[in-house]
């Protein structure tokens, strides 16, 4: 098995066939390009696959650096079925005859004639595995197998596809567990050494489960001693032994404690009805404390109220390299803010999920008043549904120890005690996302002596006034609102139920110069609205040139393909809303961070 058959085409499986003995001498109108430059070239082509493919067929430095893209992450959620069985297919080649032999003895259908060895070493090029694409691509082919071998199994609809595999995941369900666990065994202990980045474990009730913890993780041992990026996203469930998986998991963060200690992002996010899981957070937390440059951090709150120290512990060990944290289920705000007081470089704090304190909660004292803040960006992307004094003297606390070095502002919790400490101690806010859950009466004043003096770009207003009193929404209530947006807005997100004919006068009486609006509500995905906003482009030079929408309103036919076109002709792009304000480091760490130590081996190869 080669890469011939694999992530290809049945038109390019045909043309392609990478052998030993191919000729990879480069003809006459081959572009003499020196190895760099093809590097940065096939970068523009790395999420696609057929392009790659082709550049495989030019010559050896051509075939090399595209199977560095290729081989980058091969187990993705784009992977095809049918591919995805060619890829485990070519795995099985580097398995050892003992492993092999383990497999045939508990895979009655196994392929015993896939013993050829493949002319590349492609887990040298693996630097980012996804274990629950993995074992998806492990049950396609283990599904494959039991059905003969039939290429008609695999169908043109994925969601036909998908629905006869699920079906044989009782029969699959234990040979899949033993075939995972012998194929990344082998993964982990061949291609670690030679560059595993990014390793992603997320829970999946049908395809990952609670058996991940027990066989495939806790034997990494030193295979991972190149590893960036570890996203662990996990959930315990009733009907597994709370206690077993707890201890695996325990045991997983102890065995990596000893060899990862470079990591740059680490996300450990694990769902239980109890919350507190102290084991846990005792061994991540001496995990995290062994890591020399970690700059991205998202993490439970697993420890118990009063295991104060940890936040201590956390940000002291990271306290010059740690840039961006994002926590869930937050409880003990005033050891967090404490802690990240010490963290010069900090520049995000994402809070998630925060839940109402407990009564014996001790408040907010002296200690803080000398401490600062770094962050530009913070964000609760939450909505609390309850108004908590506590949660508000906290995030009255962050604003004001970030003072003027806030930029990002997304609040899900906003009342008139913490409009009036923004306008005090934020004057540089560029982008700001506020949601009301209470005093509807009042936003049009709160947002009158907030927005003024701000130097806003992006402005996303989001009112839960759904079934709240009608009779305030006057359109003198939403004409003070508009009024209210400074003119540097170029980009307006519209969260809030409002009548087609009150938000016509409302884009009339903004006068922000907008580039950009998008409309999050669903109601509003219809050509009433849609005309509204082309007026609005109409009357102000074509300046709009994106409109979004809830739902991409060509896929879901709310909207006539003859009135789209006609509104294209006055804004450019129209489509789905993006999701507003989302922290930026969402995008993860890139992977090859610089280029592939494969490319420098390559070419010292070709010196040599």
Same mark, same amino acid.
Request: glycine share 4%; aromatic share 12%.
């Given at each position: 098995m080669d890469i011939s058959s694999l992530l290809l085409t049945e038109s390019e499986e045909q043309s392609v066939n990478l052998t030993s003995s191919w000729n990879f001498e480069t003809t006459p109108e081959t572009p003499q390009f020196p190895a760099d430059i093809i590097y940065q070239i096939l970068r523009n082509f790395q999420y696609c696959r057929s392009s790659l493919c082709k550049f495989l067929q030019i010559n050896q430095t051509w075939c090399h650096i595209s199977l560095i893209f290729l081989w980058n992450c091969p187990f993705s959620v784009s992977l095809k079925a049918k591919n995805s069985v060619l890829l485990i297919r070519t795995l099985l080649s580097f398995l050892s005859e003992q492993e092999k032999s383990e497999l045939k003895l508990n895979l009655t259908c196994y392929e015993s004639n896939i013993s050829k060895n493949s002319t590349y070493n492609y887990l040298d090029y693996i630097r980012v595995f996804d274990l629950k694409h993995f074992r998806l691509s492990i049950l396609h082919w283990i599904s494959y197998l039991r059905n003969n071998n039939d290429d008609d199994f695999f169908s043109d609809s994925l969601i036909v596809e998908l629905n006869k595999i699920y079906k044989d995941i009782p029969i699959n369900y234990s040979t899949v567990n033993l075939a995972s666990e012998i194929i990344s065994n082998m993964l982990f202990r061949k291609c670690g050494n030679n560059g595993l980045q990014h390793l992603v474990i997320e829970y999946d009730d049908i395809i990952t489960s609670n058996y991940v913890i027990s066989k495939n993780i806790i034997y990494l041992n030193n295979d991972l001693p190149k590893l960036v990026n570890f996203d662990f996203h996990y959930k315990l469930e009733g009907n597994f032994d709370k206690n077993l998986l707890i201890d695996r998991i325990v045991e997983m963060f102890e065995i990596m404690t000893k060899s990862v200690k470079n990591l740059r992002w680490l996300e450990a996010n694990i769902e239980h009805e109890e919350h507190r899981l102290p084991k846990i957070g005792k061994a991540l937390v001496e995990f995290i404390e062994e890591q020399n440059n970690l700059e991205v951090l998202g993490i439970n709150e697993f420890w118990m109220y009063e295991e104060s120290e940890i936040y201590r512990r956390i940000c002291k060990s990271q306290q010059k390299s740690l840039k961006h944290v994002r926590f869930y289920g937050m409880c003990n705000f005033k050891e967090l803010i404490k802690g990240l007081s010490e963290c010069k470089n900090l520049i995000t704090l994402e809070l998630l999920r925060i839940s109402k304190y407990d009564s014996n909660i001790i408040p907010m004292n002296d200690e803080l008043e000398s401490k600062g803040l770094s962050i530009k960006n913070f964000y609760t992307c939450e909505v609390i549904s309850f108004d908590a004094p506590e949660i508000t003297n906290y995030f009255i606390q962050i604003i004001n120890m970030s003072n003027k070095n806030l930029k990002t502002l997304t609040l899900t919790h906003v009342t008139p005690d913490i409009i009036k400490t923004l306008v005090k101690f934020c004057p540089n806010i560029t982008h700001l996302s506020i949601y009301f859950t209470f005093y509807f009466d009042l936003i049009p004043d709160l947002l009158s002596v907030l927005l003024t003096s701000l130097p806003l770009e992006q402005f996303l207003l989001k009112i839960d006034n759904e079934n709240s009193e009608s009779t305030i929404y006057t359109q003198d209530y939403w004409n003070k609102i508009a009024k209210s947006i400074p003119d @540097?807005?170029?980009?307006?997100? $519209?969260?809030?139920? #409002?009548?087609?004919?009150?938000?016509?006068?409302?884009?009339?009486?903004?006068?922000?110069?907008?580039? /950009?609006? +998008?409309?999050?509500?669903? &109601?509003?995905?219809?050509?009433? &609205?849609?005309?509204?906003?082309?007026?609005?482009?109409?009357?102000?030079?074509?300046?709009?040139?994106?409109?979004?929408?809830?739902?991409?309103?060509?896929?879901?036919?709310? #909207? +006539?393909?003859?009135?789209?076109?006609?509104?294209?002709?006055?804004?450019?792009? $129209?489509?789905?809303?993006?999701?507003?304000?989302?922290?930026? &480091?969402? $995008?993860?760490?890139? #992977?090859?961070? /610089?280029?592939?130590?494969?490319? @420098? +081996?390559?070419?010292?190869?070709?010196?040599?």
């Open positions: @540097s807005v170029i980009h307006l997100g $519209i969260d809030f139920k #409002i009548e087609k004919n009150m938000l016509d006068m409302f884009l009339k009486e903004c006068k922000a110069q907008l580039k /950009k609006i +998008s409309l999050f509500q669903r &109601y509003m995905l219809n050509r009433h &609205y849609l005309q509204v906003v082309v007026q609005y482009a109409k009357k102000n030079n074509n300046l709009l040139k994106e409109l979004g929408f809830l739902w991409d309103p060509k896929d879901f036919g709310f #909207i +006539s393909h003859s009135n789209l076109e006609d509104a294209k002709k006055f804004i450019k792009i $129209i489509g789905k809303v993006e999701p507003f304000n989302k922290p930026f &480091y969402d $995008i993860k760490l890139n #992977i090859p961070h /610089k280029k592939d130590h494969l490319l @420098s +081996s390559f070419l010292s190869c070709k010196k040599g």
